[in-house]
């Protein structure tokens, strides 16, 4: 297992620092699924696991894997060559074809939420270097926009698990503009198997989900998981519980916010009995929520826990036992551990800073050098910002967020540092402080305490979703004469 040593994070800064490009990890471990070795990355186009002319179904279009195949071959082949293409990536077949597309083509695939304002998507396309933006009419000067052409087909050439960058993800933006964050296909491929045995994940399941294909849980495990698994795939469109439960799935990926809502529609909980695994995560399951989806599908949901950075690390297993609050063990190919203030391992009864490193773990943020260096230990740990314990078992408990700029609204992860800068740019504030407070429904709701003049809520709230993306807009905003500051002038949010 690659263990990241100072000598291989130094080498990884010091590519950035020169701008040598996005940069690559040391060598790791054959991608594996299962038992069975494979250098391919998502064998289900290559007809390794039989196909079926709904194989992958969006909404109301439904593909076969070799359709899906053929399409995003048409497209590898207008864009090959480019540095990155971007992806307005609403939840789509076209957002399919393109991510695929960019992935048999070789060339790094940046996913953008579809409701990004101009000021993000913009960020977005500079820092990643995109020359393409597919799925678009209009880009800016220097980025060429790409349409899909529904018709074509080509030949699928199938990528391979790699150290090459597949992804170009991008951070929450907790302390400023959001980072860019390479994923290799090496790292894809140790996630995605890691799951597949923690889940008994195979061809026989029938993936349902209405995640965003623009992250992590949506993008990397709801749609290359089933194409790597050969598992079919069902996005529901819009995360209904009428719409989850007539899909008929064997597995469901689902966000908090998406259970509680299943469990206050008992009719449509109940129809979720017939699946053989529940997962959340994205956030923590409040433990009612727990509690009434076993009740009324009769078995508990499981979790898990990891990051942009990290991909998925932790994750309770098909036959562990489930417990509120608990994601799970390691997976395989990941280390994990928790430090206290003094950065020293401790037995992990006590909350501390959890700490991972292993396979499915990045190099390093793209062209940040000074964020890449503070992120990892000298002995090559990344520093997930989160608080957890550890049991006896190994059975991990996330505590908390080891700052309060994070917040987990709606199965989003909201960096407040950035809607905090979008509010500054408001001609009318002079102040802004932005915090998650729990919600019933969206786990965490953003509420914006503000410092202004003559401007009124609404204005602000709409001004942070054209300028961010509408998720990330306060639902209340608190105008206060002033914000509680310490002797250095920091903003003290647990005085708000």
């Known amino acids: 297992m690659p263990r990241g040593p100072p000598e291989g ?112 998507r913009d960020h977005i396309l500079r820092d990643s270097g995109a020359d393409l933006l597919l799925n678009a009419t209009t880009a800016p000067a220097g980025v060429e926009a790409v349409q899909a052409r529904p018709n074509d087909r080509a030949p699928w050439t199938d990528p391979t698990a790699t150290d090459r960058t597949a992804l170009v993800l991008y951070t929450s933006g907790t302390t400023g503009r959001p980072k860019g964050v390479p994923i290799t296909g090496t790292a894809i491929a140790a996630c995605l198997d890691g799951l597949a045995d923690a889940w008994d994940w195979t061809p026989e399941d029938r993936l349902v989900h209405a995640l965003p ?34 899909a008929n799935g064997s597995l469901y990926f689902a966000v908090p916010t998406s259970w509680h809502r299943v469990a206050a529609a008992p009719a449509a909980a109940r129809a979720l009995s ?24 009769g078995q508990a949901p499981v979790e898990r826990y990891g990051m942009t950075e990290t991909l998925i690390t932790v994750a309770t297993r098909a036959d562990g036992h489930r417990q509120p609050g608990a994601v799970g063990t390691p997976i395989k190919g990941v280390e994990t551990r928790v430090v206290d203030d003094a950065g020293v391992p401790t037995d992990g009864t006590t909350p501390g800073a959890l700490e991972v490193r292993g396979s499915t773990v990045f190099a390093g943020y793209r062209g940040r050098p000074d964020a890449t260096a503070a992120a990892f230990t000298e002995d ?3 520093r997930t910002g989160d608080v957890a314990t550890i049991d ?57 305490y503000v410092v202004a003049d003559g401007v009124a809520a609404a204005a602000l709230v709409q001004h942070v979703a054209a300028t961010l993306s509408a998720h990330k807009r306060p639902r209340e905003v608190v105008f206060v004469e002033s914000l509680p500051r310490n002797a250095l ?8």
């Not at 038992?35 to 079926?52: E, I, K, M, N």
């Not at 439904?62 to 207008?78: E, I, P, Q, T, V």
């Not at 998981?225 to 209904?240: I, V």
């Not at 199965?411 to 504030?429: N, Q, S, T």
């Open 213 to 246: 294909l623009y992250h992590v849980h949506g993008l990397v495990l709801g749609v290359l998981g089933a194409l790597r698994t050969g598992s079919r795939l069902h996005h529901t469109g819009k995360p209904s519980p009428d719409l989850l439960a007539k």
């Open 274 to 297: 017939k699946a053989r695994l529940l997962v959340s995560g994205s956030a923590a399951l409040p433990a009612g929520v727990f509690t009434a989806l076993e009740e009324l599908t």
């Open 489 to 496: 002038g920091k903003i003290q949010k647990h005085r708000l």
């Open 380 to 382: 090559g740990w990344f």
């Open 392 to 448: 006896a078992d190994g059975v991990h408990r996330i505590v908390g967020r080891a700052s309060t700029d994070l917040i987990k609204t709606g199965g989003y992860r909201v960096g407040a540092g950035e809607i905090e800068d979008a509010l500054l740019a408001h001609p009318d504030v002079r102040e802004a402080a932005v915090m998650g407070r729990p919600d019933d429904d969206l786990g965490q709701r953003i509420v914006a």
């Open 9 to 120: 994070l130094r080498r990884v800064v010091s590519q950035l620092r020169n701008g040598t490009g996005y940069a690559q990890p040391p060598p790791a471990p054959a991608a594996r699924c299962g038992s069975v070795g494979r250098v391919s990355l998502l064998p289900a186009l290559t007809g390794s696991f039989g196909d079926a002319p709904d194989a992958v179904r969006l909404g109301a279009d439904a593909l076969s894997f070799a359709d899906l195949a053929a399409a995003a071959g048409a497209l590898a082949h207008r864009i090959e060559g480019a540095r990155a293409a971007a992806v307005v990536a609403s939840s789509t077949v076209e957002t399919v074809t393109a991510v695929l597309g960019g992935l048999a083509a070789g060339v790094p695939v940046v996913p953008i939420p579809p409701d990004a304002g101009e000021g993000e």
